[in-house]
């Protein structure tokens, strides 16, 4: 029996999300392996014709997935006791594939979405799911924290807020932690003014806001000083192989979202 789930907006995302990395896990020479992300594509009730048609969201949604998963995994392969706090986590699995790599994993979303997440994933211990958005400052009360080191990862969120809930997001973050490394997902400000995702067209997702660099996210968030920026071109390359020669031009690195490394200053 197929579950039917109603979602417009931004939580769509997360459903067309989750069906490219599923469609990808069962190719032959897969990229990524999301087994949980097929079980869950299977067990939904929803037309997934239009994520289809997106080749851009789907080499987007693949390339990010490669280049995250690295770089969390390498994180807490040099940090022990982690807590990790996964912001706008959607359908997202990434905390079963780093399953015993971390102390605790926080999966935060808003309401509406966590009750879908929850219908699917039943989370305990050390993972946990807490349904508020990210610009309000009480889910940092849910938190269990002694001063770990803390890894904030936030994946396809920003280009749907306006700057002030991101400056608000990053606000909560510092006046929370002590020491925090954040990855966070960006889209050029060019791509966020000229282009329109298909697989959600019709639904009320629209794309907001977008900055250059990590540098020009600093006037964003003071508090947090720009370590890297790594183009989504590094996941690209390792299945568009046309990527290995069009990722040296620099408009098309620049025309790709980036994950931003930042740490707390």
């Given at each position: 029996?197929?579950?039917?789930?109603?979602?417009?907006?931004?939580?769509?995302?997360?459903v067309q999300t989750l069906y490219a990395r599923a469609k990808?896990?069962?190719?032959q020479n897969a990229k990524i392996k999301d087994e949980i992300?097929?079980?869950?594509?299977?067990?939904?009730?929803?037309?997934?014709?239009?994520?289809?048609?997106?080749?851009?969201?789907?080499?987007?949604?693949?390339?990010?997935t490669i280049v995250l998963d690295r770089m969390v995994k390498?994180?807490?392969?040099?940090?022990?006791?982690?807590?990790?706090?996964?912001?706008?986590?959607?359908?997202?699995?990434?905390?079963?594939?780093?399953?015993?790599?971390?102390?605790?994993?926080?999966?935060?979303?808003?309401?509406?979405?966590?009750?879908?997440?929850?219908?699917?994933?039943?989370?305990?211990?050390?993972?946990?799911?807490?349904?508020?958005?990210?610009?309000?400052?009480?889910?940092?009360?849910?938190?269990?924290?002694?001063?770990?080191?803390?890894?904030?990862?936030?994946?396809?969120?920003?280009?749907?807020?306006?700057?002030?809930?991101?400056?608000?997001?990053?606000?909560?973050?510092?006046?929370?932690?002590?020491?925090?490394?954040?990855?966070?997902?960006?889209?050029?400000?060019?791509?966020?003014?000229?282009?329109?995702?298909?697989?959600?067209?019709?639904?009320?997702?629209?794309?907001?806001?977008?900055?250059?660099?990590?540098?020009?996210?600093?006037?964003?968030?003071?508090?947090?000083?720009?370590?890297?920026?790594?183009?989504?071109?590094?996941?690209?390359?390792?299945?568009?192989?046309?990527?290995?020669?069009?990722?040296?031009?620099?408009?098309?690195?620049?025309?790709?979202?980036?994950?931003?490394?930042?740490?707390?200053?």
């Amino acid at each position: 029996m197929k579950e039917k789930v109603n979602v417009t907006g931004v939580p769509e995302t997360m459903v067309q999300t989750l069906y490219a990395r599923a469609k990808e896990t069962k190719k032959q020479n897969a990229k990524i392996k999301d087994e949980i992300a097929v079980e869950l594509v299977e067990k939904l009730d929803y037309n997934f014709s239009k994520a289809d048609k997106d080749k851009a969201m789907n080499y987007g949604v693949i390339a990010r997935t490669i280049v995250l998963d690295r770089m969390v995994k390498q994180y807490l392969e040099k940090h022990a006791n982690t807590v990790v706090i996964n912001i706008a986590c959607g359908l997202d699995t990434r905390c079963y594939r780093m399953k015993g790599k971390y102390q605790r994993w926080y999966n935060i979303d808003l309401p509406e979405t966590m009750d879908i997440r929850s219908r699917f994933l039943e989370e305990n211990g050390p993972v946990y799911q807490i349904a508020k958005s990210a610009t309000d400052p009480s889910y940092t009360l849910d938190i269990e924290y002694h001063g770990e080191p803390v890894l904030v990862v936030i994946e396809g969120l920003t280009m749907y807020l306006t700057e002030q809930d991101v400056r608000k997001m990053f606000g909560i973050i510092d006046q929370t932690f002590t020491q925090a490394k954040v990855l966070v997902e960006v889209m050029a400000p060019f791509v966020v003014k000229h282009m329109k995702e298909k697989s959600i067209e019709g639904s009320q997702a629209k794309f907001i806001w977008g900055v250059k660099s990590g540098k020009a996210f600093q006037s964003v968030a003071p508090s947090f000083r720009s370590e890297k920026d790594i183009s989504l071109v590094e996941g690209m390359k390792e299945f568009v192989p046309v990527y290995k020669v069009l990722g040296k031009i620099p408009a098309v690195r620049n025309f790709s979202n980036k994950i931003l490394v930042l740490n707390k200053r």
